[in-house]
């Protein structure tokens, strides 16, 4: 399986950003993110089956998406903070599961990170 994630880049607060992740195939996907000395964050997932679930300190600004014809996952944050400044990821797992997958061990495969700068 193949990821590739671009989109990030410098950001003002307040600003939006879309990350892209596309994948060889439909999985269920996932967007973790990873500061300088910290560990890796849950931020969205979408399952095979297109239900989406969204760490709780991003909903109502991070939205996850997918477009099945281009087998490509998205996410779209908007209000962005200095907090959010990361590098972002994106993970599949195979298999056709129901629910989103919140936890990066049960992930499979990962793309090459998309660094994300926030500034105030």
């Known amino acids: 399986v193949q990821l590739q994630a671009f989109g990030g880049g410098l950001a003002q607060a307040g600003g939006s950003l879309r990350l892209s992740c596309a994948a060889s195939?439909?999985?269920?996907m996932g967007w973790f993110r990873q500061a300088p000395g910290e560990e890796r964050e849950f931020v969205a997932a979408?399952?095979?089956?297109?239900?989406?679930t969204t760490a709780d300190s991003m909903k109502g600004r991070f939205t996850i998406s997918r477009d099945n014809v281009k087998n490509t996952v998205y996410l779209q944050m908007n209000d962005l903070r200095p907090e959010d400044s990361a590098v972002y990821s994106c993970?599949?797992?195979?298999?056709?599961?129901?629910?989103?997958?919140?936890?990066?061990?049960?992930?499979?495969?990962w793309g090459q990170g998309t660094e994300v700068t926030v500034s105030s």
């Open positions: 195939g439909r999985y269920s």
């Open positions: 993970a599949a797992k195979r298999g056709k599961h129901i629910s989103p997958i919140l936890f990066a061990r049960h992930y499979d495969y």
């Open positions: 979408i399952s095979w089956s297109d239900k989406i």
